[in-house]
């Protein structure tokens, strides 16, 4: 089983480092023998098992845009983009940068999970908020079912509508995706196709903040006011983000039968005809894999904006006229080919060795200009990169595991680009204790993408041609005790050429020299020196009778606070009662989330562009400071769970600063509800 990036266990942890949730019951009576999972690797198809459910606590946060312990930064509505404050959690940003911060519900290859069943699976899971006019929901469902042992198939849905507790901030999503895999002994196949629905209108957050930190004072005579009473920047501004995708990957297998050892021949196979002579076991045994990856992706994203008084006011160049959609494509070509000699064939191959050659093919358009006046063109760019790689792996055996990976672009647009990576786990017994230690470790020399070397639309236009690659070096390491319930996890980073959005927002001053307003801008700029980023993680989870405390703390420091801001501290706290009833057939948890990270100017968010970037250095505000309180209650009965929760309980408390990204306020205090049923028939 290997880790991530982030140095989190991929078999209980997700891309970003979440507690994996199936939503599946945990109570072994009520799976079904037979029933497993896993996950694939994106390059070259490696099945990394999963579990059903390693969520034992917290389904009240599994729908939280902010994350299972309120680690991400997002504008307040569910679906809207997001951005982890854990620098060590972020992935690698994608060629399609615009769909990147919809994580939450945006699935990547190597996160869609795979089943064998013996009876039909089905989960359903439904969420909701109560307001009677700006409610949030969720209708997400997984089917899993076996044609036979080998052969299975799936599909998921994940709808989200949430019309925003603010004006002009409503998401409606939908993404679902078909799934099949075949998993025989010369032949193993997996195959997904998505898609991907992405509207979100952009309000670019209040336009004062006083209406939530010092309401009063905006009331205007009002004993209270609504937060739709509130006013929004843009009320005429959309995000539309589209895309299919298509994956298979699939491998031959050469090798040989031998007989199940003698440890596992508990029991013979009685021959045909009820002939009393037995037959011995035998498995087939992997030598060499020829092994094909394709991935074609089609991507598309439309700006919405009509052209009015505000957004003329707001920015500081409009280089299309009027009412305008900005449309942008993107199509993606990927083929691996590879031979790998498999680990465990005989007693010296301790170790698997992969090498690999992938070609990718690579098409953008973007608006363009012509010489008439408001006109427009649409203009293609196209990339083809070959690449050259080599994986040694080790699977087998319980005590240590690894996987250490090299790759180098040797033609195309990414020339010179290269990633080393490697990662382990060791495990061992101490003192009557599990204990694994994982460690992980890369380099790497990458291209920036496409989108920060070409960019074009209605307000921000950009074209770099004298980027430099980005070399990112980081090592990292993470300690766990199974039975002190104890995490530890510390890293180090260092970036050169660290490239970034960057606000460039032009102040307007008035006859006296003072500001008085911003024509807003932004720009892709690269820190030519070197950035280090130090994390250090404290999970810990206490249990006395029935009170459980389950708590994280995490320390970042970055050397370049004004280009990589982040939270020095951040924490998370869940305090709880747990119960059995009814012979403990019915599971109760009764407590409290609490959420705090202390005060960072952290990413404004641009919705020209839909991403993270820079706060206007001249106008800067800090957010954090505040913590963020929610009181809850599950129940899990038999196969069905189910959640109320009020959130934001603590609304009013203090200053009243919950923001979790500049000027974009989280929802007020609201009651919200989530249930899930699981099927096996």
């Known amino acids: 089983m290997g880790t991530s990036a982030s140095g989190r266990d991929l078999g209980t942890h997700d891309r970003n480092g979440n507690p994996i949730d199936t939503t599946a019951v945990n109570d072994a009576s009520t799976i079904p023998i037979g029933l497993y999972q896993w996950k694939v690797t994106r390059r070259l198809g490696n099945v990394i098992p999963v579990p059903v459910d390693t969520l034992h606590a917290g389904f009240q946060n599994s729908n939280d845009p902010a994350g299972i312990t309120g680690q991400y930064n997002y504008l307040g509505n569910l679906g809207s983009p997001r951005m982890s404050r854990i620098f060590f959690d972020r992935r690698e940003e994608s060629q399609f940068v615009f769909t990147d911060p919809y994580d939450q519900s945006v699935l990547r290859p190597e996160d869609v999970t795979f089943t064998n069943t013996l009876s039909p699976f089905t989960n359903l899971t439904y969420y909701k908020s109560f307001n009677s006019r700006n409610s949030e929901e969720r209708f997400k469902s997984y089917y899993a079912i076996n044609a036979n042992k080998r052969l299975g198939f799936g599909l998921y ?121 037995s037959v011995i076991p035998r498995e087939f045994v992997p030598v060499t894999s020829f092994i094909h990856t394709l991935e074609l992706d089609f991507n598309g994203r439309k700006y919405i ?163 430099s690659k980005i070399m990112r070096t980081r090592v990292e390491g993470k300690l766990n005790f199974k039975r002190l319930g104890t995490t530890l996890r510390a890293g180090v980073e260092n970036i050169k050429n660290y490239t970034y959005l960057d606000n460039t927002s032009l102040p307007i001053t008035n006859s006296s020299g003072e500001i008085t307003s911003f024509k807003n801008n932004a720009a892709v700029k690269q820190h030519s020196g070197n950035i280090q980023v130090f994390t250090a993680m404290l999970q810990q989870k206490l249990k006395f009778g029935i009170l459980h405390f389950d708590g994280e703390v995490v320390y970042q420091k970055s050397s370049e606070q004004s280009i990589l801001p982040l939270p020095e501290l951040s924490a998370h706290g869940n305090l709880y009662i747990h119960a059995g009833l009814v012979k403990n057939i019915l599971q109760v948890s009764l407590g409290a989330d609490v959420r705090y990270f202390t005060k960072y100017n952290a990413p404004d968010y641009s919705p020209v562009i839909g991403q993270f970037y820079l706060q206007n250095p001249e106008n800067q505000i800090a957010i954090g400071g505040h913590p963020m309180v929610n009181i809850y209650a599950n129940f899990h009965w038999k196969r069905t769970r189910i959640f109320l929760m009020m959130y934001n309980v603590n609304q009013n408390s203090g200053n009243s600063r919950y923001f979790l990204a500049p000027h974009y306020p989280i929802s007020p205090r609201i009651l919200k509800l989530g249930i899930s049923w699981n099927f096996f028939d």
Do not use: C
């Open 157 to 277: 849905i994940d709808y989200i509508y949430g019309r925003g507790m603010y004006n002009n901030q409503s998401t409606a999503q939908f993404n679902g995706g078909l799934f099949a895999s075949y998993r025989g002994d010369k032949y193993d196949m997996h195959f997904i196709f998505n898609n991907d629905n992405l509207k979100t209108r952009e309000n670019g957050g209040i336009t004062d903040d006083r209406y939530i930190t010092n309401p009063l004072d905006m009331a205007e005579g009002k004993k209270q006011y609504n937060s739709t009473d509130i006013p929004t920047l843009f009320n005429k501004i959309w995000n539309h983000n589209t895309s299919y995708h298509a994956f298979l990957t699939h491998r031959y297998n050469l090798g040989f039968y031998r007989e199940v050892p003698d440890t596992l021949q508990n029991d013979t196979i009685q021959a045909p005809n009820d002939s009393t002579e």
């Open 305 to 467: 904006t009509q052209d009015d008084a505000q957004n003329r006011n707001y920015f500081e160049h409009t280089y299309f006229g009027n009412d305008s959609i900005d449309q942008f494509r993107r199509t993606n070509v990927r083929n691996t080919f590879g031979i790998s000699l498999r680990e465990g064939f005989n007693k010296w191959a301790k170790a698997g060795l992969t090498a690999f050659l992938t070609h990718e093919y690579r098409d953008f358009t973007l608006p363009d200009t012509t010489d008439v006046a408001n006109q427009r063109i649409i203009k293609h760019y196209k990339e083809n990169i070959v690449y050259v790689g080599g994986e040694l792996t080790k699977t087998q055996g319980n005590l240590l595991h690894y996987n250490l990976l090299g790759e180098f672009a040797v033609a195309g647009e990414d020339a010179g680009q290269f990633r080393l990576e490697g990662n382990g786990d060791l495990n061992l017994k101490l003192f009557g204790d599990s204990v694994r230690l994982d460690v992980n470790a890369y380099i790497k020399n990458l291209n920036p993408i496409f989108y920060y070397r070409n960019f074009h639309s209605k307000h921000y236009w950009w074209d770099n041609s004298d980027l």
